[in-house]
């Protein structure tokens, strides 16, 4: 069964992935040192309809690059803020965070993209491609640096 890569699909995808990842998170959120693993996870369940749409997940690299990036700096911004003031920090330090890594997580997929191409990897983005390709980058993201923060660091 071939996954269509159009833009309903992808909204149907992120839609029933979004409550899938609220879901397990809403579950295990009392187990702190198990959100970063398990949504490392997670990252891997929006490869699914990009295999069976009938692409390499390769061809998503420049979109999982940019989520890990985006998010992963972005969940530092977060905790730092949360650290300094409380959630009214947090939501300063995302809010501000995200502005800023957008911008260089941009540098990043473009270099990603072009590396691709050089290399004969198909990589034009579909809605689906890169919606299913930003969450799994975004979940890794976010998993690597709670996983860091909330076991190596012990914050």
């Known amino acids: 069964m071939k ?4 833009v309903l699909s992808a909204f149907v995808h992120a839609f029933v992935f979004s409550i899938v990842v609220i879901s397990v998170l809403a579950f295990i959120i009392n187990y702190r040192l198990l959100i970063g ?3 490392i996870c ?6 699914l309809p990009i295999k069976f749409s009938g692409r390499k997940i390769k061809s998503t690299a420049a979109d999982i690059v940019f989520g890990v990036i985006d998010t992963g ?8 803020g949360a ?9 300063v330090g995302g809010a501000a965070g995200d502005a800023i890594t957008d911008s260089f997580a941009g ?5 990603v993209a072009i590396w691709l191409r050089k290399k004969g990897i198909k990589e034009a983005r579909t809605p689906l ?3 299913m390709g930003k969450m799994s980058g ?3 993201g976010v998993g690597i640096v709670l996983t860091i923060a909330w076991s190596l660091l012990v914050l």
């Not at 996954?3 to 159009?6: F, H, L, Y």
């Not at 700096?73 to 730092?80: D, H, M, P, Q, S």
């Not at 540098?107 to 270099?111: A, P, Q, S, W």
């Open 3 to 6: 996954v269509s890569e159009g």
């Open 73 to 80: 700096i972005l969940t530092i911004a977060a905790l730092i």
């Open 107 to 111: 540098i990043f997929e473009g270099r």
């Open 129 to 131: 491609s890169s919606a």
């Open 83 to 91: 650290n300094f003031a409380g959630v009214l920090g947090a939501i």
């Open 37 to 39: 693993p398990v949504l």
């Open 42 to 47: 997670l990252a891997f369940l929006p490869w």
């Open 138 to 140: 975004c979940l890794f």
